[in-house]
């Protein structure tokens, strides 16, 4: 009954990312970190979220801006080499917090921010401070929403971006803990098959349900989801590390 319900989360949270290019990985993750053990849902919140981001990449690939990736890229090699000598893995309240708390900080420094992902330098710094999130609290759509959606892009350039920065993100997160740190989730293959199977229908119709919105109903939308799941997250975080 478990693996069935988080099928069909997984389906649910995907179509949610099709459309918002956030949200559904940090709501699966949340879910996923109170039902199974850190390395397991870290595993299989990788493989779900790359077959999610990955297929979302192609459906778009028309509107990626591949220029992003290679600095994206540089910060992202530099981080996972920091994790790699100092074997980090927190316990599941831990990864709670960090995914609300940074999608909450991605909300507070909203404009002020300045950052535009389209820059060389915002982009390596992206990489960077966007993987560390992704190694400690397995999602971290709402901080790299900070990069992206003050920047230039459309919502359709938004989306696809994300996707291929967050695709390269779940990979490093599948090295670092199937291999690096070596850890196993011992999850059924059949179960693991039908999680991905349901990441690519959701993501399917997720980019259908995109070409309705228009950029201001996007943009307004994401913030409202992201807000009340982070806050959810942080309380659900507090409530195990005080049990």
Same mark, same amino acid.
């Given at each position: 009954?478990?693996?069935?319900?988080?099928?069909?989360?997984?389906?649910?949270? &995907?179509?949610?990312?099709? %459309?918002?290019?956030?949200?559904?990985?940090?709501?699966?993750?949340?879910?996923?970190?109170?039902? !199974?053990?850190?390395?397991?849902?870290? /595993?299989?919140?990788?493989?779900?979220? /790359?077959? &999610?981001?990955? &297929?979302?990449?192609?459906? !778009?690939?028309?509107?990626? +801006?591949?220029?992003?990736? $290679?600095? @994206?890229?540089?910060?992202?090699?530099?981080?996972?080499?920091?994790?790699?000598?100092?074997?980090?893995? $927190?316990? $599941?309240?831990?990864?709670?917090?960090?995914?609300?708390?940074?999608?909450?900080?991605? +909300?507070?420094?909203?404009?002020?921010?300045? !950052?535009?992902?389209?820059?060389?330098?915002?982009?390596?710094?992206?990489?960077?401070? =966007?993987?560390?999130?992704?190694?400690?609290?397995?999602?971290?759509?709402?901080? /790299?929403?900070?990069? @992206? !959606?003050?920047?230039?892009?459309?919502?359709?350039?938004?989306?696809?971006?994300?996707?291929?920065?967050?695709?390269?993100?779940?990979?490093?997160?599948?090295?670092?803990?199937?291999? %690096? =740190?070596?850890?196993?989730?011992?999850?059924? $293959?059949?179960? =693991?098959?039908?999680?991905? =199977?349901?990441?690519?229908?959701?993501?399917?119709?997720?980019?259908?349900?995109?070409?309705?919105?228009?950029?201001?109903?996007?943009?307004?939308? &994401?913030?409202?989801?992201?807000?009340?799941?982070?806050?959810?997250?942080?309380?659900?975080?507090?409530?195990?590390?005080?049990?």
């Amino acid at each position: 009954m478990l693996h069935a319900l988080l099928v069909l989360t997984v389906l649910a949270t &995907s179509t949610l990312s099709g %459309i918002l290019g956030m949200a559904g990985g940090m709501i699966l993750m949340a879910i996923l970190a109170s039902t !199974l053990s850190v390395a397991a849902a870290m /595993l299989l919140h990788g493989a779900v979220q /790359l077959t &999610s981001n990955g &297929s979302r990449a192609w459906f !778009l690939r028309r509107h990626v +801006r591949w220029a992003i990736l $290679p600095w @994206y890229a540089l910060g992202a090699a530099v981080v996972l080499a920091a994790f790699a000598w100092l074997l980090l893995v $927190p316990p $599941p309240g831990i990864v709670l917090i960090l995914v609300g708390g940074l999608s909450l900080l991605g +909300r507070l420094l909203g404009k002020s921010a300045g !950052l535009d992902v389209s820059k060389p330098a915002t982009a390596v710094a992206c990489g960077g401070v =966007v993987t560390a999130a992704q190694l400690l609290a397995g999602a971290s759509g709402p901080l /790299l929403d900070v990069f @992206y !959606l003050h920047s230039p892009l459309s919502r359709h350039e938004v989306v696809a971006s994300k996707a291929i920065t967050q695709a390269l993100g779940h990979v490093l997160k599948i090295v670092y803990y199937g291999g %690096i =740190v070596g850890v196993s989730g011992n999850l059924p $293959p059949v179960f =693991v098959g039908l999680c991905i =199977v349901a990441a690519l229908v959701g993501t399917r119709l997720g980019t259908w349900l995109l070409d309705r919105l228009d950029d201001s109903v996007f943009r307004r939308w &994401s913030g409202y989801v992201i807000t009340g799941i982070a806050v959810w997250c942080v309380l659900q975080g507090l409530y195990l590390l005080m049990m």
